[in-house]
Every structure is written in structure tokens, then in C-alpha cells.
């Protein structure tokens, strides 16, 4: 069997419940010595797996081990937790590589398992990717929290969400315990989002729950999150504080002072308007925007907003109009009682242009349904009458109209069809979304009745454009109105169009299919001409063999759809097998006709030949006159066709094809051909295959590879490393060779010619090297490995270099000796910047929890090459983090205490305490500096960066606000400025504190701020 197939079999046999003949098969595959044979083991019983497993740490590709994650995924995960526990600070690179690649399967798959992982690896001082977090979040929250909560505590400071980021605990809020979602209200708010799904999962909460996050949001000090809860908050001056605190966040999320109205939307109402008539009236930045200001408009009463809006609502302009109508138009969404009152004045704007009324239809439309009652439908019909009658009536607005029914319909089906007829006899189309999106099944059935007479009086006006609009919009429901799938079959028996009768019958076949299958015979044995719709062919191919007969004529086709003067080849889009062998000869007949026809095109030539050689009994005669066709493009589709012939007819010319211009093709053909041969066959056809061509020539050398034996190997040794008086070999063929030695790596003389590649005066050709499988690679064979690479990176060439540094951040290969480790510190020396970060990046990525005192030392004896310093320096510093791992902090922080006080290096320690102190320490450093005499201009400047990226700038501001030496309290002041930021704002005692240091009396500071302007402030 070949390889390729092996996978489908097993997993087969896997869901028919044959395990113990599953066993038995991997137990053959892995006696034999086929290097994929390891990937197989997963499929077996856990049994056998186990008694194996040791193969596939050992030789395992990524393919064995996203197998075995998903067959045996508590075993996987067991052994990840006990590799990361028993590592102690040596964790390697390839057990880093397989976490990463199968941890989300283990996700899905164990989840409990994960989370006892996940864990274990952060006690490893390894961190998995938020990706992990975020799904495991969905399936194990509770579980999932805990261990974040007890990261955070254990890390150094870190700005909300911290490691919550990208986490979202809306749609599993309901399961988690109230004082988690109290936690996460405090401290990562931003995983209980408050877009449009927030109503939703906070109508699930318990009334525990619910009291918990209401809580939360009356105490907490930060974020403009919560809005929803603000109501529930008791008394009344407990509210209005907790109010006070998100409206000071949220306007600090913009420099203005402008908070969004869809924000605003979700206070209450005395707080919703309060904010609405503060940006209509109050807030500078929005005094030259009227488009904009307008929109608050809608969060006040009706009656409030159309005086609010009165001077917008006359306005000359009619895009202003349209505005501030549409503005007006929104407020019942929350003012339920004006609906009425809405309507009215839609119906006295009877005469506005078109845009306006479209404006104005489109805001009813947005409307929540359940504001419109059946009495409000009349003044509705109204609205559609008056649109109706107007000569400017443009499609936008007439789309708008119909959905606006449509979305009504429920309320009263009789006076929806009625509307919609309306619609339909002035417009002449129907293009709104379908009845389904607004109706469940119920609702469907209910409206059968109505829904069936609008259909028949359409078809019998031949509206079948809005009959196919009305069946495709109740999608599923189809089926449950009869008399909507009785028009559809009228349409398909009766118009004479071909189009239409081919959407309709496609309509049934989705959501119908026992009428199409009743219809389709009726229809073709009528007029056999309906087999040139698709639909028809391919159920006839499919399911009704004995109808086949008249599509597979030689003669024209006469009927509703043919004209009577062409012969039809149909694409009958599969089904073939199910063919009588005469019916695929009468077939490949017409198909053969359309290769042979030297005016056809490509494309109908190319399908013509997919077809070809998809039936089972046909003379391969034409497949093989097509790969000597004159005509370039058919030859080589032919060409590329002859593996598909059934009886191997094509591989005595695939042969002859790679002695002339056909090889650079025919090679990837006759691939697919040697794979179903026998190995020794195989082997020797390749044995006699021209070389002459690189194309070729390279295939033929992977394809030894694959085969494997001994005289393949011989000849990719010849290959690979040629004797000196031997001819020269093309490049590429020499990096096929090499990638074809891959399958003999636990051959010495494999590695001999590796090792001697790697001098090879062609840099790009050793490179490959690098390209070797390291997940595979027994101790053994990767010391050997670790060898070469750490040669290629003493190679002159910089290139060579650049190009394997960069790889090799995240190449799985282990470094047991450290000697590939200790080639890429030596190259943190080098001469080149660029080259010196990336080594200094790689050993960042590769080095161990224990190997901090060698990077630190290593760094520190670079500190006099000055440029090459500082950019070592900013290279660590980018890969820093409140979250970093902790061995890159322990460098940093290594590195830091060994230049903090040298002289010349203020900038540079200060720049790294930034990113590793808490504010305490940052104070008490900088007031240091200060004491020293050492806080010049430049450490200033870096000082205030490090204030805007201080996780607790206000504490940080406390400490220094009353220091004796200006330039500390200008830090302070940049504190204060950071502690009003988004989420935070300017409260009253911030602003009270900014005015103290706009009396400082250093200019340095009080110009400062002087400059600093709370939204409040003009």
C-alpha cells in the first residue's frame, strides 16, 4: 500500500472499532525500516502506544506528534508537564518546538489536561502563548483564571489585563464564581467585553454574580468599564460617584474629552442624557463638527432631541437633515412611547429629497422590532406610500423600504404581502434580506398560509425574480411552506429561462430535496434539454443512471434550452464510477472530440481532459495524443494527465518526455506514476533517467531519496559530494541531493558528506544544511548536527551567517553540549551591528533558565565596543516585558546593576530600569541619580519615558511631586499626565494636583503644565 494511504486506513479502521487489527498493522510498519512508519503509532490503542512511545520522542516527526496530541493527548501532555518539570532550568528547544506545536490540539482535546500543563510550564519559567490562554479561557475558566491570577501575583508589576490580554471570559462569564468576575471587573475588565454581544452573556449571569461585578464597578479606582451596572448601584450618592469615575475614564480616552455615543448608550438614562447634552453643548472640539455633534441627539427623549435638533431639522443642506433626522428617528429605541410620534413625522416629511428619506427609513429600520406594535403598521404603509409616489425614489432608499417590511412582517403577514406586492409592481424587484433572517421555525409555519399565496400570485404574474427572492430568503425553512416550493417547481416546468430554472431547481435540491428529486425525472423526460442545467446533470450522474441516455447523444439537442444546431458535452461534475461502462465510452467519445478540435480553448480542453481521465473504461488514445499535441498548452496538459490513466498506459511516454522540452513537467508526472510502483521498479526507471536537465535531474534525486536502497545511495553520494575529477554539478541538483540524504541519516557516510559540505566554496549550497529535519534526529546524530551548524556560522560569509542566526531562533535542535550555544555568543562580538542583535536574539531565544550569568558576562565584555553595546543594549530591552521570561529579566537586571553607576551610562541604566523596576524602585533610582548630581537633561528625557510606561504612575507621582530638585518633579508631573490616560482620566483631585504644579516655581515644570489641558478646560 502506498504511504500516502496507510493514514486513511488506519483512521478508518480507528472509527469502525478494529483496534486490534490497528495494532497490528503499526506493530508491522514499525518493524520494517521506513522512517515514517513512527508517525503511524498514534492511531494505535494506548497500549501499544505506550510500549513505543519512546520512538516517537526519538524520531517522531510533526506530523507523529499532532497525531499523537490528538489520539493520545493525556499521554502528550503528561510527558510535555514532566520534560518542563525535570528540565531544571534546561529546557531545550525541541521540547519548547512540540509544546508549541500541539498545544492547542490538547486544548481542544484534554483540556484539564492542559490546564495542569500550562501551569507546570509557568512553574518552568516557560511562558505559552496567549492563543493557549485564550481558547483554554472558552472550555476551563475557572480553571484557567486561577493559574493567570497566580502569574500575576508571582510577576513583576504589569499594566490591566496583564496576562488576561486577548482573553475573553464573556461568552463563559455564567460559569465563573463571583468573585473571579469581581476580580476581572478590578483588574483585567477588557475580558468582559462591552461591545454588542455584552447584553447577551450578562443576562446569563446569576443574581450572585450580577451583584458581584455591580459591586466591583461602585468601588473600583480605574476604567471606563461597567456601564450596564451603573443603575443597579444603591444609594443614590454611591452611583453618582461611581458614575463620576467611568465618565473621568472615558473621557480620557480621547485628548478632547469626546466619549463615543455608543459608550454613552449603555448608562442610564439620567446619566445617558446628562453626557448627551454635555457634547451638544459643551465640549469645544465638537463646536466645528456639527455632523458629528448631532449624533448625541439620539440619546435623549424625543421630545428633548427634536428641540435639541430644531435648527438641523430645518437646515438648508440636505445632508445636514438627514443627520439630524436619522438622529431623531433612533430615540425610540430607548423611548419606546415615541414611536408614534416618529411615524408622524416621517409622514409630514412626506416631500424631503430622497437622501433624506432614505436617512429617515434606514433609522427605522435599525429600530428594535419589538418598539413597532400592529397599530403602528398603518402609519408605516403610509411611509411606504409616500416613497412610493415620489419620482426621485432611488434604489437605496426603496432597498431600505422593502427590508423595513420585511422586518414587520410577523406583526401582520397580510399586510406585509400586501406591501411587498406594492413593492414589487413598482419597482419590478425584490433585494432586501430574506424572511429567514427575522423568523424562527414557528413564526415560518405560522405565516405558511400567507407566505404561499404571495408566491402563487407572483408566479402566476411570471415574477419569478421575487419568487426566487422569497424562497431564498426562508433558506432551511424552505421546506415548511408547500406552496412557496410548489411555485418553484412551476417556475422551473414552465418559464422558458434557463437561468431561472436552473436557481429554482438549485433551491429545492438544498432545502427541498425529496420535491427535486421527484421533480428532475418529470422534468427531463419532458424535455430532455433540462440536463444542460447543472443541477440536473449532476443528479442524474449522481442518482438516476437510466436517464443518462439523452444527454449522452451524438446528435444536437432540441428543446426549451438548445438551440437544435450544436452536439453538448455536459460536465456532469462527477459521479462517473456509478456510469455502465457503455455510457462512459459514449461519454469520453464527445470528450476526445473537444481535445482533438484544434479551435477549442484551453479551459475547454483542460475540463475536457479531467474528465477524461476520470472514467474507468476508456482507450487512454486521446489523454496520449494530447501529450504531443502541436499546441503548447495542450501538450503539457497532457502530459500532466498521463498519471491518472488507470492502467500505467503513460509511463512509456512520461519516459520519452524527459528527452525533450516536455521534461521540466513530465518529471513531476512521472512522480506521481513511481510512487504506485513497485520500489524496485521505481528504482530502476530512475536509474536510466536523463540527467541532462536541471529540472528533471532534480526530481530524480529527491525521488532516490524517497525510494531509498543502496544504489540509490550510492548515487546521491555521487551527487552530493562529486570527485574532484568528476563533471561539475548543478547547483540545485546538489541541494536535492543533499535533501535527498535526509532518508539516510543514520548512515556515517551521509554525515561525512554533510561535514564536508559545509567547507563548500558555495555558501548557499552549505546552507541547506540548515534545512535538515532536527525534530527527528536521535542524541547521537544531533550532537553531529549541532557540530555542523555551529561550523556554518564560522563561515566568512556574513550571509551565511545572517541567514542561519535568524533560523535558528526557532529551530528545534538540542545543544546538549552548548557548542552551537557558545558559537553564538562569540558572534555577539561581531563586527556588523545588525549581525551582532540577531546572534545576541538568537541566544536570547535559545539560551537556558541557568545560563544567565554566561549571557550577562558575555554582554558586560562588550560594553567598551560602544556601538555594538547599545545595540545589544536596545535588543534586550525590546524583548523585555512585565511578562518576559524570567531569565531574560535576570539578564537584564544583571546588566543593569553592572552599569548603573557607570558615569557615562545614565541614559542607558535608566532606559532598562524603565522596563524592569516597580515604581518604588524607580523612585528611589532616580532620586539616586538626582543626589549624585547625575540626572543631566538627556537622563531627563528617558526618565519621563520611563513615567509613561510606569504601571502605577500615580504612586510614582506621590513620591516625587515634593522632591526638592525640579527635574524630579517634572518626572512627577509626566506621572500625573501617564495617571490620567485612557481608563483613568482627569478626576477632580487630579485636576486639583495639577494645578499645584502649574504653581511650581521652576518654569521647567509649571510650563509643562501650563501645557496640559483636561478635557474640562478650554
Not at 418559464?495 to 432545502?511: E, K, M, N
Not at 551591528?833 to 541557568?850: G, K, P
Request: glycine share 8%; proline share 6%.
Amino acid at each position: 500500500m502506498p504511504a500516502r494511504a496507510r493514514p486513511g486506513l488506519l483512521r478508518g479502521l480507528r472509527g469502525r472499532r478494529r483496534e486490534a487489527l490497528v495494532d497490528a498493522l503499526v506493530e508491522r510498519a514499525l518493524a520494517g525500516s521506513e522512517s515514517e512508519a513512527v508517525d503511524l503509532l498514534p492511531y494505535a490503542t494506548a497500549a501499544t502506544f505506550e510500549a513505543h512511545a519512546a520512538r516517537l520522542d526519538e524520531e517522531g516527526s510533526p506530523v507523529g506528534w499532532e497525531r499523537a496530541a490528538r489520539w493520545h493527548p493525556a499521554w502528550v501532555a503528561g510527558w510535555l508537564a514532566s520534560t518542563a518539570a525535570g528540565a531544571a532550568g534546561t529546557l531545550d528547544m525541541r521540547v519548547r518546538w512540540r509544546f508549541g506545536s500541539v498545544s492547542m490540539t490538547l486544548v481542544e482535546r484534554a483540556p484539564d489536561a492542559a490546564v495542569s500543563l500550562g501551569e507546570r510550564w509557568l512553574a518552568a519559567g516557560e511562558r505559552p502563548a496567549q492563543t493557549f490562554w485564550a481558547r483554554l479561557a472558552r472550555l476551563r475558566p475557572e480553571q484557567t483564571l486561577a493559574v493567570l491570577r497566580t502569574l500575576r501575583q508571582n510577576s513583576p508589576e504589569a499594566a490591566p489585563p496583564g496576562p488576561f490580554a486577548g482573553l475573553d471570559f464573556g461568552p463563559c462569564a455564567d460559569r465563573l464564581a463571583p468573585e473571579s468576575l469581581a476580580f476581572l471587573a478590578h483588574h483585567a475588565w477588557e475580558t468582559l467585553p462591552e461591545n454588542g454581544g455584552a447584553a447577551r452573556w450578562q443576562r446569563r449571569l446569576s443574581a450572585a454574580q450580577r451583584a458581584a461585578l455591580v459591586e466591583a464597578v461602585a468601588t473600583r479606582a480605574a476604567g471606563a468599564w461597567g456601564a450596564r451596572f451603573l443603575a443597579e448601584i444603591e444609594p443614590a450618592d454611591r452611583r453618582a460617584r461611581a458614575f463620576e469615575r467611568w465618565v473621568a475614564a472615558a473621557r480620557g480616552r480621547q485628548p478632547d474629552g469626546i466619549v463615543s455615543p455608543e459608550r454613552l448608550a449603555a448608562l442610564p438614562r439620567v446619566f445617558r442624557e446628562r453626557e448627551a447634552r454635555r457634547h451638544l453643548e459643551s465640549v469645544p472640539a465638537l463646536a466645528a463638527a456639527p455632523r458629528q455633534r448631532v449624533r448625541y441627539a439620539a440619546l435623549l427623549g424625543f421630545a428633548d432631541a427634536q428641540a435639541v435638533l430644531a435648527s438641523f431639522l430645518g437646515h438648508p443642506e440636505g445632508e445636514v437633515r438627514a443627520d439630524a433626522a436619522a438622529a431623531l428617528l433612533s430615540t425610540p429605541g430607548h423611548d419606546r412611547a415615541a414611536v408614534d410620534a416618529a411615524l408622524a413625522y416621517v409622514i409630514a416629511r412626506r416631500f424631503e429629497q430622497d437622501p433624506v428619506r432614505q436617512a429617515m427609513i434606514t433609522a427605522l429600520l435599525r429600530l428594535p422590532r419589538g418598539v413597532f406594535a400592529p397599530a403602528s403598521l398603518p402609519a408605516v404603509g403610509q411611509i411606504a406610500q409616500h416613497a412610493l409616489d415620489a419620482a426621485d425614489l432611488s434604489g437605496g432608499t426603496a432597498a431600505a423600504l422593502e427590508a423595513l417590511i420585511v422586518r414587520l412582517f410577523p406583526l401582520d403577514p397580510a399586510w406585509g404581502a400586501r406591501w411587498l406586492t406594492a413593492l414589487l409592481e413598482a419597482r419590478g424587484t425584490l433585494s432586501a434580506a430574506g424572511l429567514a433572517a427575522h423568523l424562527n421555525r414557528r413564526e415560518v409555519m405560522a405565516l405558511a398560509e400567507t407566505l404561499g399565496a404571495l408566491a402563487e400570485a407572483w408566479t402566476t404574474r411570471e415574477r419569478a425574480g421575487a419568487v426566487l427572492w422569497l424562497a431564498g430568503g426562508l433558506g432551511a425553512r424552505l421546506s415548511d411552506v408547500p406552496g412557496v416550493v410548489s411555485a418553484l417547481a412551476r417556475l422551473a416546468a414552465e418559464l422558458p429561462f434557463v437561468g431561472v430554472a436552473g436557481a429554482a431547481l438549485g433551491l429545492l435540491r438544498r432545502h427541498a430535496p425529496r420535491r427535486f428529486a421527484a421533480l428532475v425525472p418529470e422534468l427531463v423526460r419532458t424535455d430532455p434539454t433540462f440536463v444542460v442545467l447543472p443541477v440536473v446533470s449532476h443528479c442524474l450522474s449522481m442518482h438516476r443512471q437510466d436517464l443518462l441516455d439523452v444527454a449522452l447523444g451524438d446528435g444536437p439537442m432540441r428543446g426549451r434550452f438548445a438551440s437544435g444546431r450544436t452536439v453538448w458535452v455536459l460536465n456532469f461534475g462527477g459521479g462517473y464510477g456509478r456510469w455502465h461502462p457503455t455510457q462512459q465510452i459514449r461519454h469520453a467519445a464527445g470528450l476526445a472530440r473537444i481535445v482533438d478540435d484544434p479551435k477549442r480553448d484551453v479551459g475547454a480542453v483542460r475540463d475536457a481532459l479531467d474528465r477524461l481521465v476520470e472514467l474507468c473504461f476508456i482507450a487512454p488514445e486521446a489523454v496520449l495524443r494530447a501529450a504531443g499535441d502541436a499546441r503548447p498548452p495542450v501538450r503539457e496538459l497532457g502530459v500532466r494527465a498521463l498519471p491518472r490513466l488507470d492502467g500505467g498506459e503513460g509511463l512509456p511516454l512520461l519516459l520519452e518526455c524527459l528527452n525533450d522540452d516536455r521534461a521540466r513537467f513530465a518529471i513531476y508526472a512521472l512522480r506521481k506514476v513511481l510512487s504506485e510502483l513497485p520500489k524496485a521498479r521505481a528504482l530502476q526507471i530512475l536509474e536510466t533517467a536523463p540527467m541532462e536537465r536541471v529540472t528533471a535531474a532534480k526530481e530524480v534525486v529527491r525521488l532516490l531519496g524517497e525510494l531509498g536502497g543502496e544504489a540509490a545511495f550510492r548515487r546521491l553520494l555521487r551527487t552530493a559530494a562529486p570527485a574532484k575529477d568528476a563533471p561539475r554539478v548543478h547547483r540545485d541538483i546538489r541541494i536535492a541531493a543533499l535533501r535527498g540524504l535526509w532518508h539516510f541519516l543514520d548512515r556515517d557516510e551521509t554525515w561525512s558528506v554533510f561535514e564536508q559540505t559545509v567547507q563548500d566554496p558555495d555558501w548557499v549550497v552549505a546552507g541547506r544544511l540548515a534545512d535538515l529535519p532536527q525534530n527527528v534526529l536521535p542524541p547521537a546524530r544531533e550532537a553531529r548536527m549541532t557540530t555542523l551548524l555551529a561550523a556554518l556560522l564560522s563561515r566568512p560569509e556574513p550571509e551565511a551567517r545572517l541567514e542561519l542566526l535568524n533560523r535558528l531562533i526557532g529551530l528545534p535542535v538540542r545543544d546538549a553540549e552548548r557548542r552551537l550555544f557558545a558559537r553564538m555568543l562569540d558572534l555577539m562580538g561581531a563586527r556588523a551591528v545588525a549581525e551582532s542583535t540577531t546572534a545576541f536574539a538568537t541566544v536570547l531565544a535559545r539560551m537556558r533558565t541557568n545560563e544567565v550569568s554566561v549571557v550577562a558576562g558575555r554582554l558586560a565584555a562588550l560594553s567598551g565596543r560602544r556601538r555594538t553595546y547599545l545595540g545589544l543594549l536596545d535588543a534586550l530591552r525590546a524583548r523585555l516585558g512585565p511578562y518576559a521570561p524570567e531569565h531574560i529579566r535576570a539578564v537584564a537586571v544583571e546588566t543593569w546593576r553592572g552599569i548603573r553607576d557607570e558615569p557615562l551610562s545614565v541614559g542607558p541604566a535608566l532606559r532598562l530600569a524603565g522596563v524592569l523596576l516597580p515604581w518604588s524602585a524607580l523612585a528611589d533610582e532616580l532620586t539616586r541619580l538626582s543626589a549624585a548630581g547625575r540626572f543631566h537633561a538627556d537622563a531627563l528625557a528617558v526618565a519621563l519615558e520611563a513615567a509613561r510606561r510606569c504601571v502605577h504612575p500615580e504612586r510614582l507621582e506621590h513620591a516625587l511631586a515634593t522632591a526638592s530638585d525640579s527635574h524630579l518633579r517634572r518626572v512627577a508631573l509626566e506621572a500625573l499626565r501617564a495617571a490620567a490616560g485612557p481608563d483613568a482620566g482627569w478626576t477632580t483631585e487630579r485636576c486639583a494636583r495639577l494645578d499645584a504644579f502649574r504653581r511650581d516655581p521652576a518654569p521647567l515644570v509649571a510650563e509643562a503644565a501650563w501645557s496640559t489641558f483636561p478635557p474640562e478646560e478650554d
